[in-house]
């Protein structure tokens, strides 16, 4: 079955043990020398920097800022994700439970730990030939970089004459390391209320919900 997702893999491993621990989730095994959560640690990593690379020699002459969110998009959830589900990875995992299978955290998760399991094998050569293979067709070499939800909707509320939106602290709930902010957002009469780990993702997640009901564009907040 390795054997099998290695040929479409477009990689030939010297360890295929490191393959069957990329996916491997914690369900299955909870040691951590056999399931994949430091390897995914370590390819989220190694993703970032083949991305970043990419991103330079594409758009030699782009400012910072433009680069930035571009690997946002690339990088994030969602996109790995994608990358995940093109390449079938969840017909290979190895979970306790098969509902894990379609999970959106638990394929990005593993295609991040794949990323790594191809760097520890084969060096960062093999995985970033990896990565641009995978990669590279997600990069939309004819647009601007895309934008955050709060970048756009300042930009909307700009054009259609609504003034700055207002962003304000509604809650907090959780523990003292794992928050949960609610902040609320009111542009052209209208308010919606966001939450997320951080005061600066719960603003994003309730600008998301405005441009939503206004059927606009923008990176989601999962790619933050």
């Not at 056999?34 to 390819?43: A, C, I, S, V």
């Not at 758009?59 to 969602?78: I, M, N, W």
């Not at 957002?185 to 441009?211: D, F, I, P, T, Y």
Request: glycine residues 8%.
């Amino acid at each position: 079955m390795l054997e099998e997702l290695e040929k479409s893999l477009g990689y030939h491993y010297k360890d295929l043990n490191l393959l069957k621990h990329a996916l491997t989730h914690s369900s299955c095994s909870v040691k951590i020398n056999e399931n994949y959560e430091r390897l995914e640690f370590l390819g989220d990593r190694v993703l970032g920097l083949a991305v970043a690379a990419m991103l330079c020699k594409i758009f030699p002459r782009e400012p910072e800022g433009s680069l930035a969110q571009r690997h946002t998009a690339l990088v994030c959830k969602d996109t790995v994700a994608e990358v995940a589900r093109r390449l079938h990875l969840d017909k290979y995992l190895f979970v306790g439970n098969e509902e894990i299978r379609s999970n959106e955290n638990v394929l990005c998760d593993v295609g991040e730990a794949l990323i790594a399991s191809i760097f520890k094998d084969g060096g960062f050569d093999a995985a970033f030939a990896f990565v641009s293979r995978n990669w590279s067709d997600l990069i939309d070499k004819n647009t601007t970089p895309p934008k955050d939800a709060k970048t756009s909707l300042q930009e909307v509320a700009h054009i259609r004459g609504w003034g700055v939106p207002v962003y304000k602290v509604v809650r907090r709930e959780g523990s003292e390391h794992e928050p949960v902010f609610y902040i609320s957002v009111q542009v052209g009469g209208r308010e919606e209320v966001g939450s997320g780990r951080s005061k600066k993702l719960a603003e994003q997640n309730a600008a998301g919900k405005v441009l939503d009901t206004l059927g606009e564009k923008y990176v989601k907040s999962s790619c933050l």
